[in-house]
């Protein structure tokens, strides 16, 4: 499996960005896909969370309200829509597969950085 994410950049506070996560293979409608960040200095963190057909969504409360995590498992896609960025929103950006089974992620994107400027 490899996951590709892109649709980082600059924003200005209030912004908002899409991200996207791109995999590989053709089990990807099979996997629980999640999206987490790290801050400079800080340890990476979950964002979101989406299971295999987009009924069941899950966020960190610091995101809730603002991101919405979604995916076409016919373009292999995940997505996160983010609202109403802050500028404690700055970080690097990763997708990851879950594990079947849960809860380890064991295939991690690249990273996308997003920079919210005050």
């Known amino acids: 499996v490899q996951l590709q994410a892109f649709g980082g950049g600059l924003v200005q506070a209030g912004g908002s960005l899409r991200l996207s996560c791109a995999a590989s293979g053709r089990t990807f409608s099979t996997y629980v896909m999640g999206w987490f960040r790290q801050a400079p200095g800080k340890e990476r963190e979950f964002v979101a969370a989406i299971n295999w057909n987009g009924g069941s969504t899950k966020y960190a409360d610091s995101v809730k309200g603002r991101f919405t995590i979604s995916r076409d498992n016919a373009k292999n896609t995940v997505f996160l829509q983010m609202n109403s960025l802050k500028p404690e929103d700055t970080a690097v950006y990763y997708c990851?597969?879950?594990?079947?089974?849960?809860?380890?992620?064991?295939?991690w994107g690249q990273g996308t950085q997003v920079t919210v400027s005050s």
């Open positions: 990851a597969k879950q594990v079947y089974g849960g809860p380890r992620y064991d295939y």
